[in-house]
């Protein structure tokens, strides 16, 4: 238990250096915790490839979302700054550890993400200026339809690699 509350603290903290913190020095924050995370996990590949995933297809979702025009950052870009990229990184730290019983049955996941995802991207606009060129409710609704869908397809990376990581060691011969 004491591994949750400090996953779910280093996920906070490492949320609030990268909302307030923007592209700055804070972000070394975000390194603190995936750094303390990876030595607490019993596999560091499986977990890894979780982590790069969820970065990659997150990063790739909020830039696809960006060139849409739902987010303005107030600048012209293709590519969604990097503490949002880092955002990503953090959520994945959650998926096996203390978000992991949102994972079963699949709603959970899916009404954590309705209401959880579009609450942080307000949250994290609010805070880091991040205009919403839809409007605010538009977007919300919007984000809580594909965070529904996106939680149940992060918690299949996780059960894939998971899988891969049990199989791998069941199959390992010895040395």
Not at 17 to 35: H, K, T
Request: net charge positive; with cysteine; hydrophobic share 55%.
């Amino acid at each position: 238990m004491p591994k949750l509350i400090v996953n779910a603290l280093l996920f906070q903290l490492g949320w609030f250096a990268c909302v307030f913190g923007g592209d700055s020095l804070w972000l070394l924050i975000v390194g603190v915790a995936v750094a303390v995370h990876l030595c607490w996990t019993s596999s560091w590949l499986a977990e890894g490839k979780l982590l790069l995933s969820v970065f990659l297809a997150g990063s790739a979702l909020d830039s696809f979302l960006l060139n849409l025009g739902v987010f303005d950052f107030g600048e012209p870009r293709t590519l969604i700054p990097l503490w949002l990229a880092l955002l990503w990184l953090l959520l994945a730290t959650t998926l096996n550890h203390c978000l992991a019983w949102t994972a079963q049955p699949w709603w959970r996941g899916s009404l954590l993400g309705a209401i959880g995802g579009p609450l942080s991207y307000y949250g994290g606009a609010q805070i880091a200026g991040v205009g919403l060129p839809y409007g605010t409710w538009p977007t919300l609704l919007l984000l809580a339809l594909i965070w529904a869908a996106v939680m149940p397809l992060l918690y299949s990376f996780a059960a894939l690699y998971r899988r891969q990581h049990e199989q791998a060691l069941r199959t390992r011969q010895p040395l």
